[in-house]
């Protein structure tokens, strides 16, 4: 079974998706996610311009020998554009190989070890009202654990708070998890670390007031805080019992979770922009971290998370996959097969796709009363309609960067 056809189409129902199709010369098609939010035509030039050429002929069942051959045959290693191209390929080797077995993939990575993956969605609010009706909103949806983004006085634009402005073509729809903005620039943020730290509390108190002590609450700094202000939320936040404080600094200096972790017993997610298993040798090793935060679609595909979540196992550390909209419904179905067959599942983060991207990807991943579940087609259960995904053409989109009051860029 050898790779004839090797495709990747880049579509933009409700924003920019890289995909990867392959074909092999006895008719089986896999499917793999190569989305790099605002940065996707540099992982689509390496999958084209170095990947497609070595691909066509290959044995299709070798998928970890491919692995290899890309990961260390590139020589230049890691990295977020070529763990995510290495990942469309992964992804969608293991799709090819699910499809021919007739069974959905969490079969052949070992069968299911639990019956749905918990998922958590984002809430969030300018102000507290709008915050009470967004976790509401998730609530009657079906949702069991949520995430708490809160507006915060004096700043205007802040990362998590939904717009309500939709984007262009899809004006009045509320799509709350879509950081980046259509168009030629990225937008500008504003941020106040003090007055962070002063009204985060007093809004987890209000929450914890209003929706009560059992609903799991997670919050995502967004990697904006020093080690020691981290340690000093992580503090703070302790009477309201977060599931998970995220990205609560930049995570490149592993050893500074060595400090937060002295002061504070919030758990502690990290990594979704991390995509390799080197990023989190002390933080797993030390058991800085209690979930890891990396996705199938940036870290290599099933091969080398699945490597991450086995090693972070022995230290009792779970997994969260990434899964914001900027995620594929294809890297999503990766990550379900994957979570549910893995002993240490934690949380699947998890947003619903808006409408056009369901009609450009048919998905079998169901999600019903909090759980998602992987469905039980042949391989990842995903599939891409061309007409559809040849209608919405590339646009261009950036994430946006932050300053702080003074004009210093700032982490985002
Ligand atoms: O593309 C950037 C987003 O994926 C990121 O901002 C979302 O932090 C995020 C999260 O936790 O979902
Ligand atoms: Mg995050």
């Known amino acids: 079974m050898s790779i004839e056809r090797a495709e990747v189409i880049v579509t933009s129902p409700d924003r920019n998706f890289v995909t990867l199709r392959l074909e092999t010369d006895d008719g089986y098609v896999g499917l793999g996610d190569g989305t790099l939010n605002g940065r996707e035509l540099a992982v689509v030039a390496y999958l084209r311009d170095h990947i497609v050429p070595l691909l066509l002929g290959k044995d299709a069942h070798r998928i970890e020998d491919t692995w290899q051959f890309l990961y260390r045959g590139a020589y230049w290693r890691r990295g977020p554009v070529t763990m995510a191209a290495i990942a469309a390929v992964d992804v969608a080797l293991w799709d090819i190989k699910a499809r021919r077995a007739g069974m959905p993939l969490y079969q052949l990575l070992g069968g299911a070890s639990r019956h749905g993956l918990l998922a958590y969605g984002h809430a969030s609010g300018q102000s507290t009202q709008e915050l009470f009706e967004s976790v509401t909103a998730h609530l009657e949806q079906g949702y069991r654990a949520i995430r708490i983004q809160s507006g915060i006085p004096g700043l205007t634009s802040l990362y998590g708070i939904a717009s309500s402005k939709g984007l262009e073509g899809n004006e009045g729809v509320r799509y709350d998890h879509e950081p980046a903005q259509r168009g ?229």
């Open 184 to 412: 030629k620039h990225p937008v500008e943020e504003s941020w106040d670390t003090d007055a962070y730290l002063r009204h985060l509390p007093g809004v987890f108190e209000a929450v914890r007031n209003q929706f009560g002590e059992d609903l799991p609450l997670l919050h995502d700094c967004h990697h904006r805080l020093t080690p020691i202000q981290a340690a000093s939320l992580g503090k703070s936040l302790e009477p309201y019992r977060l599931f998970w404080l995220e990205d609560c600094t930049p995570a490149e200096n592993q050893e500074a979770f060595r400090l937060i972790r002295r002061h504070t017993t919030t758990p502690l997610a990290v990594g979704e922009v991390m995509n390799s298993v080197w990023d989190y040798q002390t933080l797993i090793r030390e058991q800085l971290i209690d979930y890891v935060r990396s996705s199938v679609t940036h870290a290599g595909g099933i091969t080398h998370l699945k490597r991450i979540l086995e090693h972070a196992a022995q230290y009792q550390i779970k997994s969260g996959m990434h899964g914001p909209t900027d995620v594929s419904p294809v890297g999503m179905a990766a990550a379900l097969h994957l979570g549910l067959s893995l002993h240490n599942f934690g949380i699947q983060e998890y947003m619903q796709y808006g409408p056009r991207t369901n009609a450009v990807f048919t998905q079998s991943f169901t999600w019903s009363e909090g759980f998602l579940h992987p469905g039980s087609q042949p391989g990842l259960g995903v599939t891409l309609n061309l007409d559809e995904a040849r209608k919405y053409p590339y646009v261009r989109a950036y994430l946006p960067f932050t300053r702080l009051k003074d004009g210093t860029i700032h982490d985002w």
